[in-house]
């Protein structure tokens, strides 16, 4: 796999934004931001269907609830840290509230932002997406997967949010080899020791990780949970019962996201020992994407190490 | 000069509503409603392209009532143009009803957009004015704001948005009743010469005393037949608790309630002058 094009999410993204909307007739709005999100593809392709709305992403979202109210999806596009933290009240009100059909798209997710730092570094809008009623969220892992997101977000109604990083990675599906279904987790790897369950571009270090601890006699069970909200109860549940023990990993707040959207089911349905990585409830800062995860403890290496004394 | 009348006859029941949904309720906001409501009756009798009988009508004009604290108003008029049964109208608020404290337009027939979030209704309509053009609908795009509301800096998002776009479908009316929920509005946040805001921001901008159903309706009028390629807006002066005797110009009535002998002598001022129009109407 490793001889194959990196591409980041983002950049999948404003593809399959603009490769889509020749089927399906949708808007998109970004906020000044278009050849950072990439919506420019589909702005060059249908520019009668995009709207710049400037740097005034609280308008942005209520706008896209406007346009939706006339029956076509609108896609809403700008960084996660924007997205979520200056549009969340609107995001709230204007478009889960009414449960219309508005799909943000959020890129530039988590640290691996890079030399823009903590300011631009969304770590806690899973937390604040996943709180509102109706929302739904996805964080695609690689080039195919982003495209299944945009296409499940197309022919799903209602709100969706789409976590979408800005660093470049490897695949981790084959086109037309990727069974995405909404709310409904992957198995990648079978092992009975542990399952880890992780998203986004944590999955590819996980597979690593997962390689690593194999090479030592521990066989992990890994689970791409694209899926974040509605969390796949059934796969969690399975993998409590089949392995005893769960591993979490993201790039995002250890506090309210992907782990503990497990833990709620695991707490509740099936309780196991879960040992949650992520980012440890404080700020990211400034750095090369790489030199960011590893000081976070996201890299395979850090996850590997993190595991071992979880089961020792 | 009939259609004016009945757009007055339409005000004062809209007004008598209005007071039997807040009394009913023992909640909501009757200042804010009763200034609005000559604007609400305009719009509903003559200029809006609407169907009760079908509120799905993907290319109907709509309305947007940003001031979504207003709901009484807006519920009277749905009703009132066959939207929902009137006597619902006394269920406003109540756990078991579909009328909910602000305008949802998931569970009451007529309402356009989901309000009551100060200055979203506004970036709302702005939405549905930008896919209208695009869809090639030929429709209007009504939003009603409170002066109040003005302190809210997506309102001007907005409106810088509107102007960029040309969206000459699009028509704002500002309720400018000058009190808000702490009072003035010139001593909690001055919002200051509103039409000269409006006119910075390149929209047109007509003002008018916003009570005066016969200078709304030559507004509205001008705006339907005006060659324009920008947004524009009514700037409305109002009196807050326009109507009722004792709730005028009284910023104590953004958000109570009348008590029963209230509620009595509001009800019979409006009677009578719903009786009064209706005499000289036939």
Redesign the interface.
């Known amino acids: 796999m490793s001889n194959q094009v990196k591409i980041a999410t983002l950049e999948a993204y404003g593809k399959a934004l603009a490769e889509l909307g020749k089927d399906y007739g949708f808007y998109v709005l970004d906020a000044d931001l278009t050849k950072s999100t990439m919506t420019r593809f589909f702005k060059e392709d249908f520019p009668e269907r995009h709207f710049n709305m400037g740097i005034a992403e609280g308008n942005m979202m209520s706008v896209a609830a406007g346009i939706a109210t006339l029956g076509k999806p609108c896609f809403a596009s700008t960084f996660a840290v924007f997205a979520a933290g200056r549009g969340c009240e609107q995001i709230r009100n204007s478009i889960c509230y009414p449960n219309l059909n508005v799909k943000i798209g959020a890129t530039h997710a988590g640290i691996s932002v890079g030399e823009d730092g903590a300011s631009h570094q969304a770590v806690e809008d899973l937390g604040i997406m996943r709180s509102i009623p109706n929302m739904h969220i996805i964080q695609p892992c690689d080039a195919v997967s982003t495209k299944m997101a945009v296409k499940t977000a197309l022919e799903n109604d209602g709100p969706f949010y789409l976590r979408l990083g800005r660093l470049t990675v490897e695949p981790v599906y084959e086109e037309g080899n990727c069974n995405f279904l909404l709310g409904k987790g992957i198995r990648l790897r079978e092992g009975t020791d542990l399952t880890i369950i992780t998203s986004g571009l944590m999955v590819q270090e996980v597979l690593k990780a997962s390689e690593i601890l194999k090479s030592e006699g521990v066989h992990c069970r890994v689970i791409d949970m694209h899926t974040i909200k509605p969390i796949d109860a059934e796969i969690i549940i399975k993998a409590a019962r089949d392995t005893g023990r769960i591993v979490t990993v993201e790039e995002s707040n250890i506090l309210c996201g992907l782990g503990s959207a497990v833990a709620e089911v695991v707490s509740q349905q099936f309780p196991c020992p879960i040992k949650m990585i992520g980012i440890k409830d404080c700020f990211g800062r400034s750095g090369k994407p790489l030199e960011l995860l590893d000081y976070y403890g996201l890299t395979a290496e850090k996850i590997t190490s993190e595991i071992k004394s979880f089961i020792e | 000069m009939k259609k004016i009348k009945s757009i007055e006859v339409l005000a004062a029941k809209i007004r008598r509503w209005i007071i039997e949904e807040v009394y009913s309720a023992k909640s909501g906001h009757p200042g804010g409603s009763l200034s609005c409501a000559d604007f609400l009756a305009c719009v509903y009798e003559k200029y809006l392209n609407f169907d009760s009988n079908h509120p799905e009508m993907?290319d109907r004009d709509?309305v947007?009532l940003s001031k979504g604290h207003c709901a009484p108003a807006l519920y009277a008029v749905l009703a009132l143009k066959d939207y929902f049964p009137l006597n619902d109208l006394k269920t406003f608020r109540k756990i078991d009803s579909y009328l909910q404290g602000h305008p949802?337009?998931?569970s009451i027939p007529g309402v356009?957009?989901?309000?009551?979030?100060l200055?979203?209704?506004i970036?709302?309509?702005?939405?549905?004015?930008?896919?209208?053009r695009?869809?090639k609908y030929d429709n209007w795009i009504y939003v009603i704001l409170g002066d109040g509301e003005l302190q809210e800096?997506?309102v001007w998002?907005?409106v810088?948005?509107a102007a960029?776009?040309g969206l000459n479908r699009l028509v704002a009316f500002v309720d400018l009743n000058g009190l808000q929920i702490d009072g003035n509005t010139a001593t909690v946040m001055n919002v200051g010469d509103v039409a000269k805001k409006f006119k910075a921001f390149d929209w047109n901008v007509l003002s008018l005393d916003g009570n005066n159903v016969s200078e709304l309706d030559m507004a509205l009028d001008t705006i339907h037949r005006a060659k324009t390629d920008k947004p524009t807006v009514i700037v409305g002066n109002t009196i807050k608790g326009k109507g009722v005797s004792f709730m005028q110009g009284q910023y104590q009535w953004h958000g109570s309630t009348p008590n029963q002998e209230q509620y009595e002598t509001a009800v019979s001022e409006l009677d009578a002058k719903i009786n009064e129009l209706e005499k000289c109407h036939e």
């Not at chain 2, 356009?112 to 979030?117: K, P, R």
């Not at chain 2, 970036?123 to 004015?129: D, K, L, N």
Request: glycine content about 14%; hydrophobic content about 40%; proline content about 0%.
């Open positions: 993907i709509r947007v949802c337009m998931k356009d957009m989901s309000t009551g979030s200055g979203q209704g970036s709302a309509a702005v939405g549905m004015a930008l896919a209208s695009a869809e800096g997506q998002e907005a810088m948005c960029h776009y």
